[in-house]
Nanobody, 131 residues
Framework: QVHLVESGGGPVQAGGSLRLSCAVSGDTSSNYCMGWFRQAPGKEREGVAGLYTDGDITAYANSVKGRFTISRDNAKSTLYLQMNSLKPEDTGMYFC????????????????????????WGQGTQVTVSS
């Protein structure tokens, strides 16, 4: 079992920054496919950033490239999403996701970040960007 708990969301003005954290508990000895998704009201959940722990392979949605950075701290069993130059369209509920049984290293290189890669999800943290 994998348990994920997000934190760090909140209100921020356009142009500002936030860092989201996702505490991961469970079997952290294996390699994981990990990701951050967001969902705005009335819209589908979309992948914004992904990471495969073997080699720290990362990928980003085009809408956040150059502004968001996904990273992890093994010692703290925590996944992060650093979000800079925030825009009102970044508003939404942000979800952390993980799966210890999916090798997404090739997927990250060639495909959009997809919900079906992940079997575990956090409860979400709200990010609201005002103009």
């Amino acid at each position: 079992q994998v348990h994920l708990v997000e934190s760090g969301g909140g209100p921020v003005q356009a142009g500002g920054s936030l860092r989201l954290s996702c505490a991961v508990s469970g079997d952290t000895s294996s390699n994981y496919c990990m990701g951050w998704f967001r969902q705005a009201p009335g819209k589908e959940r979309e992948g914004v950033a992904g990471l495969y722990t073997d080699g720290d392979i990362t990928a980003y949605a085009n809408s956040v490239k150059g502004r968001f950075t996904i990273s992890r701290d093994n010692a703290k069993s925590t996944l992060y999403l650093q979000m800079n130059s925030l825009k009102p369209e970044d508003t939404g509920m942000y979800f952390c996701s993980a799966d210890p049984e999916w090798d997404c290293s090739d997927d990250l290189k060639f495909r959009e970040i997809a919900r079906e890669w992940f079997g575990y999800w956090g409860q979400g943290t709200q990010v609201t960007v005002s103009s």
